[in-house]
């Protein structure tokens, strides 16, 4: 099996923390690895180097040799301009398919907190044999709720599909993007419903025919890219073709629309950090339910979030609910249960202010 760990995205949602030119997979925000680090050090107990591939925008591969200097030189997946996940899924399964065809791929993210190591192994294990016996499926690593969370998609299990060393495999009745606060509820409940992880086991082949089945013309940029491959002109290919690509979320352009989908029950204390609201599943709070980071004063406050800057002083006094980011050119504050909206900020600052970025 082929792992690839997707390092191309810019944590918008942790502004002004992850920028686009250090975003938060190159960051200590858990222990003393970086994110991108601890994403490969959780699979090391599946994967030989040579195994190995990272995938990643142009901009980041000097932060990739820096972090990962084991990492060798073909296990490097660069994608010239950001084009969203399905053209870098495509990317990495032409490239992977090319240099070893019928190859399987676990598609990893590289921004992600997982507790349970062993768990996680374990069943990216049970998806590489299940996948064995159903090769055209794709699989899914699908997490178990632990609370109501409108940040996350869900994924509806259908029937056990079959079982495999014990284990539950369950077809996909269907995906559903992030809810709202009710609907979440009634779906945690019912215990029909998984966190989609984003984390895939399947083979490169049968993804590059759901693409040419539903999107063709991304198909055929990706053909042209593989018949350069292992040739001379691979890499000036991939610089034309791959920014024409349109831009597309793998889970728009195949996932949702494959006709067999199947999904692992994952209880491994997984976050994807995608917040700083997210922050307090997986660093300790104190009695008064506050995250702080840094040089904080707090009188009389309560969950809070607050993260500064050395030699800066964060006083917090008589508040609740907050998060505070401060950094050298740049201070976020905004209601810890509105988290989600930071992307909003940096949305708004693409237009004229980009500098903060």
């Known amino acids: 099996m082929k792992f690839v760990i997707r390092a191309g995205g810019f944590g918008t949602r942790l502004w002004p923390y992850s920028r686009t030119s250090r975003p938060k997979q190159f960051h200590r925000m858990v222990g003393e690895r970086t994110m991108l680090q601890e994403a490969v050090h959780r699979i090391r107990p599946l994967v030989d180097v040579r195994n190995l591939h990272v995938s990643t925008g142009s901009d980041l591969v000097a932060l990739v040799r820096e972090q990962l200097p084991e990492l060798p030189g073909t296990g490097l997946i660069v994608e010239p301009a950001l084009r969203n996940t399905g053209p870098a899924v495509g990317l990495e399964c032409v490239l992977l398919e090319s240099r070893y065809p019928g190859c399987t791929v676990a598609s990893l ?25 159903d090769p055209d499926a794709l699989f899914t690593l699908g997490v178990k709720p632990t609370r109501v969370e409108t940040g996350y998609g869900y994924i509806q299990k259908g029937s056990v599909a079959r079982r495999v060393n014990g284990e539950p495999v369950y077809s996909v009745a269907r995906f559903r993007e992030k809810p709202d606060e009710p609907t979440a509820r009634r779906y ?34 990706l053909m042209r890219i593989q018949a350069a491959v292992g040739s001379g002109s691979e890499q000036d290919v991939i610089a034309r073709e791959y920014p024409r690509m349109t831009e597309v979320a793998i889970d728009n352009a195949v996932i949702e629309r494959a006709p067999r989908v199947a999904t692992l029950e ?78 909003d900020v940096v949305s708004a600052l693409r237009d004229d202010r980009a500098g903060y970025l």
């Open 109 to 133: 993210g590289s921004d992600h907190h997982i507790g349970r190591r062993g768990e996680f192994c374990r069943l990216l294990r049970v998806a590489e044999e299940a996948l064995e016996e």
């Open 188 to 221: 945690v409940d019912s215990g029909d419903f998984l966190w989609n992880s984003n984390m895939f086991v399947w083979k490169a082949r049968t993804v590059l025919a759901l693409f040419e089945q539903f999107e063709p013309e991304l198909h055929r940029i």
């Open 266 to 343: 994952a209880d491994i204390d997984w976050s994807d950090i995608g917040s700083w609201g997210a922050l307090t599943d997986i660093l300790p709070v104190d009695s008064e339910g506050n995250l702080v980071s840094g040089e904080v004063l707090n009188l009389n406050s309560r969950d809070i979030t607050a993260f500064g800057v050395e030699g800066k002083l964060i006083a917090l006094v008589d508040v609740e609910g907050l998060v505070v980011v401060d950094t050298p050119d740049a201070l976020l504050i905004c209601r810890r249960d509105r988290a989600q909206r930071v992307r």
